[in-house]
């Protein structure tokens, strides 16, 4: 259980992430990069770019990651006789069982 809370808040913190980069980056190629017209930029437009659209695809790749290991360790309500529901499980403290569906007459 402890492990499936682990890569679920990996997984909000990388969509969190990966929805930021995305809005920064401009479809035409403008976004983060054109707001430094500076002459002493640390990096280039086009590095700038670069760096956001490898950003976006490690990020990506990571929450694909992330969504496929979350598959083996979601928690399974496993008892002896197998997997059981939370429901069938309450209806069979209280020794109630399941009334069958019973279709009423046509209209």
């Known amino acids: 259980m402890g ?5 679920s808040v990996l997984i909000f913190i990388v969509c969190v992430l ?3 980069v995305v ?3 401009n479809s035409k190629g403008g976004g983060l990069a054109s707001n430094f ?3 002493n930029q640390f990096m280039g437009v086009r590095k700038t770019a ?3 659209e490898k950003t976006t695809w ?7 990651l992330l969504s496929m290991m979350s598959i083996f360790v979601i928690p399974r309500g496993t008892t002896k006789g197998g997997v059981n ?4 499980q309450q209806m069979d403290d209280n020794g109630t069982k ?8 046509k209209k």
């Open 58 to 64: 490690v990020l990506a790749i990571a929450l694909l």
């Open 37 to 39: 017209s500076s002459s």
């Open 23 to 25: 809005l920064v980056q």
């Open 18 to 20: 990966l929805v930021l």
């Open 3 to 7: 492990v499936y809370i682990v890569i």
């Open 50 to 52: 670069d760096f956001l």
């Open 85 to 88: 529901s939370e429901l069938k």
């Open 98 to 105: 399941p009334v069958p569906f019973t279709p009423g007459p």
